[in-house]
């Protein structure tokens, strides 16, 4: 089953689009847990194995594990992941972008080392750069467009021939990168109005939705916007506002808790 | 002592614009060597001692350690750089990019645990994202402009105004970035119309100019493009060329021919 379907599956098994974001940091996770590497694995675990039924998707994000030499850990997170939650979607969410060779070595990377469904991927190298992941048969290619910080128009505003870049890069998702794998586009909640522009280039191609939670994205904005004709098509991801609601030992059950109240509000409107 | 400075002092120590590209490939090493990270780490050793005296730079590529679970040994490998070879700049070839907290982790990973002196970073994701890096004292931080592979035009080259998108960045580096930190760009040199007009934008800011060697580019288009005002001004990489034209019992010192060749003209021309 390829990245599409898989998705497709898992909306419809969890009947939830949001998506877990994996973003561990030691100094905000319980006291109870060590500041090292297996603190993290720990952690994140705990917050996979609790909020899994409510997610289509988990997204953990590489540079907090790089930053602490924890590859280690993220294999065993990643493969505990694909053991215990088959049917939920999991992304490496590592934004790589580098020459084809070097491209190669990153699609070995998320692919074969981590077995993650899908990468995320920056399209500022070209579709050439892009072709390594893409050729990858059942993989799921989210090549950023519109990000959710706040300097992300700084280039991805820019106006070619008076359509912004992002939406030049929607058009090339659709017309090319979609001819060649399984693609999806990262549109940030902060941008509602871009997210609806993307929306209505790309059809119902999924979209990976961040900037909801601590970035401060309106869901309602967001799922207004981004669904597509099945009133799906979206991974709407929160990472904070999942992971840190409590530090107590109630840490789990409030994971759970947050993540419910988000997959319900999103359910709601969709 | 800060990047510009510390590269100033590798230019004129070595007398060389060669920058070293540490893309170990264990298919393509010697066949004594292991080809697990092991031997990944005591190829990179052996060509580090064979080529420092004739390379301004030296620049591994992560992407190769961290298809192969290699990271342990790119931390011994940079430590042993910093070391050994302690007035040759130690660039880490990441093409980072995400937004501010992520890639503050990022920072952390290039500059902490790696030890490295410069990171690649891309700009797709706009200056907030590029200010953790930036503001690391000391640090550089080589912006991606107008790339080496062919199809960096897709992006790169579309039209803002008539003037093309790496221009812009290239700018944009000038007048925004280099107030903010330590700023080089990387230009390919397979594009030496696209180098000059970066340097005349740039002056003599520091380009990191891969596509020698294995990729094509002319080292004297490259050199008469790219030089700046004091007839130095660049990291002209070269990877393939340099790690591998000898398999045999001569590895090393068929490694250390082809650096000093490649040196001698630059140099040449310079």
Redesign the interface.
């Known amino acids: 089953m390829g990245f599409h379907d898989k998705l497709s599956d898992a909306w419809a098994s969890s009947d939830s689009m949001l998506c877990v974001g994996l ?1 561990p940091d030691p100094t905000r996770m319980p006291p109870a847990m060590a500041a090292d590497p297996e603190g993290v694995l720990e952690f994140c675990i705990g917050i996979v194995d609790a909020t899994a039924h409510a997610a289509c998707a988990f997204k953990p ?1 590489i ?2 594990f ?2 602490l ?1 924890a ?2 850990q993220l ?1 065993r997170l990643c493969a505990h992941v694909r053991d215990r939650h088959p049917r939920t979607v999991l992304i490496l969410d590592a ?9 190669e ?2 699609a ?2 998320a692919f ?2 981590y077995g993650a469904d899908a990468v995320t991927v ?8 892009l072709e390594p992941f893409l050729a990858r048969t059942g993989k799921g290619v989210i090549v ?1 467009c519109r ?10 505003s ?4 008076g359509e912004p ?1 992002y939406e ?2 929607a058009r ?1 998702a659709r017309d090319r990168w979609s001819r060649l794998g399984e693609v999806a586009l990262v549109v940030g909640a902060t941008y509602p109005n871009e997210l609806s522009r993307v929306r209505a280039i790309v059809g119902d191609m999924p979209l990976l939705v ?1 900037g909801i939670g601590a970035q401060g994205g309106d869901v309602r904005a967001t799922v207004e916007a981004g669904r597509d004709s099945r009133g799906y098509g979206m991974m709407i991801n929160s990472s904070r506002a999942i992971l840190y609601p409590s530090t107590g030992a109630d840490w789990a059950a409030a994971a759970r808790e947050a993540a419910e109240a988000t997959r319900d509000q999103i359910r709601a409107i969709a």
């Not at 990000?147 to 991805?156: A, E, K, V, Y």
């Open positions: 973003d994000q540079a907090y790089a930053a030499g590859e280690d294999e934004k790589r972008g580098d020459i084809g060779p070097t491209a070595r990153y070995e990377e074969e080392r920056n399209p500022y190298l070209g579709t050439d750069s950023l990000t959710s910080n706040p300097g992300s128009g700084d280039l991805q820019l106006l070619i021939d870049l030049r890069v090339t961040p």
